[in-house]
Structure formats: C-alpha cells, structure tokens
C-alpha cells in the first residue's frame, strides 16, 4: 500500500515537471517566433532605405574662399524611425579628388520619420588652395556621400551614394 502512495506521487511529480516543460518549451518557440518577426521587419525597413545626391551648387565667397552645397536625400520607405548620425562628403572634379569634409550628428541626430523624404542641404568650405580649381570648373562633377544610419533593433548601417552631375547643371549662386 506505502508502495502504491509513493508511486502516485511520483507519477504525478513527473506529470507537474512535463507540464511545466511543455510549457516552457511553447514559450521559447513563441518567444523565438516574435523575435524572428521583429528582425524580419526591422531588415525589410533598413531595405527600403534609400539615399541619393539630388543637386550640387558653388558660390565664391570672396578671394580665395568657396563654399559647396550638396543637397542630400535621405527616403525612408520602411516602417520603422531612423536616425543619421554622421555623414562624409568628398566633391571631385573630372575625376580628381577636390575636397572633402566629416559632419558628425552623433548629439543631435537627424530624425528620418516613418515613409517619409528628409532633404539636408551640407556646405562644403573649399580652402583657398583648391578654390580657383572649384572657379574653373570641369567637365564633371561628383559627390559622393557615405556615413552612419542607425536602426532600432539592428544597430548601425553604412549607406553610401553618389551624384554625378555634368558642368551644365551645377548651379553657381551669389549670396544667401
């Protein structure tokens, strides 16, 4: 009879662990599905951004000092808030290497909303070394863009784009 009690209990002692098992394992597979989910829509929102080079202008400030506007695009098709910490802008000429300057946001990042474009005009001072090759011109003119966007959930990206526009099209201004 104690025999028969003790068996009992055991059998019901194992039946409480697999049940909490069961339980713990159906936990881990919805856990492991949601987090899938999340990751899965967090990629298909940093796939859907898109960065481009929309327009280039130059004003000679005075004698030997010039400054170049770069009109940056930033388009967020995703879903999700972006942020651009930094930005690398380099300006060549027919090929050749001009000047290039660092934007650093990492204090004040630039919000991209969900669905949304964010235009950012960046100036580029030209030294006064390189200005009369920027007055002169070229045939072609090239931006090229790179820096850091940041994501929730997946961290940090690299975006990079580049805009080539022919002499015709770069817009010189005067003032303001």
């Not at 000092?65 to 910490?85: A, I, K, M, Q």
């Not at 946001?105 to 630039?110: A, C, G, S, T």
């Amino acid at each position: 009879m104690q025999a028969a009690r003790s068996q009992d209990t055991n059998i019901r002692k194992a039946s409480a662990v697999l049940v909490i098992l069961c339980v713990l394992a159906a936990g881990s597979l919805w856990l492991t599905a949601a987090t899938a989910r999340n990751y899965f829509a967090a990629t298909v929102a940093a796939s859907r951004f898109r960065v481009s080079v929309n327009r280039i202008r130059y004003e000679a400030i005075g004698p030997g000092r010039t400054v170049v506007e770069v009109d940056v695009c930033f388009d967020n098709g995703g879903g999700w808030p972006l942020s651009v910490t930094s930005m690398q802008t380099n300006l060549y000429l027919d090929v050749s290497y001009v000047w290039g300057q660092n934007f650093d946001w990492l204090n004040e990042p630039i919000k991209l909303p969900p669905a949304e474009v964010t235009n950012v005009v960046v100036k580029i001072e030209v030294p006064d070394t390189k200005a009369d090759l920027v007055a002169r011109g070229g045939e072609e003119w090239l931006v090229r863009v790179s820096g850091i966007l940041e994501m929730p959930m997946l961290g940090s990206k690299l975006y990079r784009a580049k805009g080539v526009f022919p002499a015709k099209e770069v817009l010189r201004w005067t003032g303001g």
